[in-house]
């Protein structure tokens, strides 16, 4: 819903539910939540893909590919504080070869829900404060 254009940098979450896959449309939609906000220094992003896998059916793994693919060279914090690329930053038992078996769904839901609530270590580990000191004095 945020059209290219639309500067609206106290946008914090993203939630991507599109079939788009292309380097520009990926880094354009997350990058929605990613504007620094010079009002609110303590800004951390979370940039959702919605992902639906299956094992009952022969295509139920398309939508994870596409997720894979979307994450393809793109970097970010893991959960660990590395900076990593491909689906790994999202939680470092996911694989790029194939979706996780069904009974590891719940496991992996419950540990994105609770990364949502880390906020304070995330902002330690991106050193949030201290990069938007630099770029914008007044805000540090």
């Not at 939630?15 to 990058?31: F, H, K, N, S, Y």
């Not at 929605?32 to 800004?43: E, F, I």
């Not at 900076?83 to 078996?101: K, N, R």
């Not at 009974?103 to 540990?111: I, Y």
């Amino acid at each position: 819903m945020l059209g290219e254009g639309w500067d609206a940098p106290a946008v914090n979450v993203t939630i991507d539910l599109t079939a788009a896959t292309t380097p520009t449309a990926v880094v354009q939609a997350r990058g929605r939540a990613l504007r620094v906000d010079a009002g609110w220094p303590q800004k951390i992003a979370d940039n959702w893909a919605v992902v639906c896998v299956t094992d009952a059916h022969p295509k139920g793994g398309t939508d994870y590919d596409r997720f894979v693919r979307k994450h393809d060279r793109y970097f970010a914090l893991s959960a660990d504080g590395d900076i990593a690329s491909g689906v790994a930053h999202v939680d470092p038992e996911l694989s790029p070869f194939e979706p996780p078996a069904p009974d590891a769904l719940d496991g992996l839901n419950a540990r994105m829900l609770m990364r949502v609530g880390e906020r304070t270590v995330v902002r330690q580990r991106w050193a949030v404060a201290g990069m938007l000191a630099t770029i914008y004095p007044a805000a540090g």
